[in-house]
């Protein structure tokens, strides 16, 4: 298990970081990436939770959670870490505060689609509780399938 930086903190996104937002994006995936739109309608939306890590004086990372009403699942939709904050547990310490986010909002369960070839990620969510419960075949735009995954988050 990978120690917690003891200098990061989560907050809400804001608007002044979506250069920093996107830069993360550019480092931390190489297609299907969220455009600067996309991220500042996510800052703004009541219905998408939008957190950020902060640690050694740089934003390190960001996670994404869409509420839906009506639904008692939260989606996450994003978790991203800047190379220069990896391995220091802040995408664990923002699966965390998504997930506190989402019970806060009245969900009783966290859903979200990771890449079949991501082995990291898929790490990070089996040892964080969610189990993988179907597969989607082609649903990245490179062709890649989906493994879907969910946890009650109790």
């Not at 959670?65 to 994003?78: F, H, I, K, M, N």
């Not at 490179?142 to 946890?151: H, I, L, N, T, V």
Request: aromatic fraction near 6%.
């Amino acid at each position: 298990m990978t120690a917690r930086d003891p200098d990061a903190a989560i907050r809400a996104a804001a608007l002044s970081d979506l250069p920093a937002l996107q830069a993360i994006e550019e480092e931390a995936f190489a297609g299907d990436r969220l455009d600067r739109r996309a991220f500042r309608h996510a800052v703004l939306s009541p219905t998408i939770v939008a957190l950020v890590a902060e640690a050694r004086g740089a934003l390190a990372g960001y996670v994404l959670v869409q509420l839906r009403r009506g639904s008692a699942a939260g989606r996450l939709t994003s978790v991203a870490v800047a190379q220069a904050a990896a391995g220091r547990g802040i995408a664990r310490l923002l699966l965390s505060a998504a997930e506190a986010a989402a019970r806060e909002a009245g969900c009783g369960r966290m859903r979200l689609e990771v890449r079949a070839d991501n082995a990291a990620a898929r790490r990070l969510y089996e040892t964080g509780g969610y189990r993988r419960f179907n597969t989607v075949a082609e649903y990245y735009e490179d062709g890649e399938a989906a493994w879907r995954y969910e946890k009650e988050l109790g």
